[in-house]
């Protein structure tokens, strides 16, 4: 073989080892597809998914459709044919890692606070429509999610409501966040919930010892290894029963015009199929999310012809590779708008209705 033929060979066989390095690296990226979506008004393992106990309810007809994005986990490493696999679909997205997930972000991590954010989501949904319904509400600060293996795991609950850190008064969220402030990563903490029903709760005086925050953003500061969220004093029972696999915020406008619908006389939807996402306040206020495109792509497969849309999420949602003759985007500031506009809808499907625009 001469030096020519050599060199070609040694050549090609680089190429190849690039190309084969090049194929087997792991790319920045997320990829972001339609999930399944769930008819809030439905039922989930035969039971209903939203419960009343306490009060008058309404059984609904229609559908109130959570939608939902399936996306790679922190844990998994996205290798170039899959990233291109979701750069040419039209329906799936790739999204820089770092913009959905922080630097230690795990599998385990995630899991834990999209449940906490689903707790959040739930009650805030409860609180926003029975606040629209006139209800007036008692608030405290309570545990809606554990740190895995974390200083509070094991001895917290999730539903303890807290009364103190550190000797401080926790009468508020804020304060919860504050009663750390001073303390030493590392230095044991009295930690005071009530745990169980109101009417007849448990005091636990709970010695847990702080961790160090480990985000450098923050300073160092103590942990013990909890999400701290709203909890409300409801006058009556309402439960929202969901698969545990679902998580994260963005549900808490369905969950409320779910929870809206069951307690009041007849049909939100009149009988239609009504699909929508956005984070809410207990004050109704509707919040952006992520996915928004592939969340209206799973919502029309999947038969719904209204898609509510979060304000912020419009400019997002007009991009999304649907055709606005079978599903109408409806814009939905707040509670009280999208109900008005369901209410609008259910009388006349032709009726003139907030709509997302590219100002």
Known sequence: MNRRSIATVTAVAAVVVLAVGIVRSPMPYVTMQPGPTVDVLGTYRGEPIVEVDGTRSYPPDGNLRLVTVSESTPDHSVLLPEALQAWFDKDAALIPRDAVYPDDATSESERALSSAQMVTSQDTAVAAALRRLGYHLRTFPEVIGLSPGGPSAGKLELRDRLRSIA????????SVFEALKGVEP??????????????????????????????????????????????????????????????????????????????????????????????????????????????????????????????????????????????????????????????????????????????
């Open 167 to 174: 000797g401080k008064p926790t009468p508020t969220l804020r």
């Open 186 to 359: 590392g230095a044991t903490v009295t930690v005071v919930v009530d745990r169980g029903s109101f009417a007849d709760p448990t005091r636990k005086r709970l010695r847990i010892t702080t961790v160090r925050d480990p985000d450098p953003a923050n300073g160092g500061r103590a942990l013990i290894g909890i999400f701290p969220g709203t909890g409300y004093r409801f006058p009556f029972k309402v439960s929202v029963g969901i698969d545990e696999g679902i998580g994260g915020p963005s549900a808490g406008l369905m969950f409320s015009l779910a929870i809206y619908d069951t307690l009041t006389p007849g049909d939100l939807t009149g009988g239609e199929d009504v699909a929508g996402t956005g984070t809410i306040s207990d004050r109704g206020v509707v919040g952006a999310i992520g996915g928004i495109q592939q969340k209206i792509v799973g919502a029309q497969r999947d038969g719904a012809t209204l898609f509510l849309v979060p304000p912020d999420n419009c400019a997002d949602a007009l991009g999304a590779p649907v055709d606005d003759q079978d599903i109408r985007l409806v814009k939905a500031p707040t509670l009280k708008s999208a109900i008005n506009s369901l209410t609008a809808y259910a009388k006349d499907p032709d009726a003139d209705l907030p709509r997302c625009t590219h100002d």
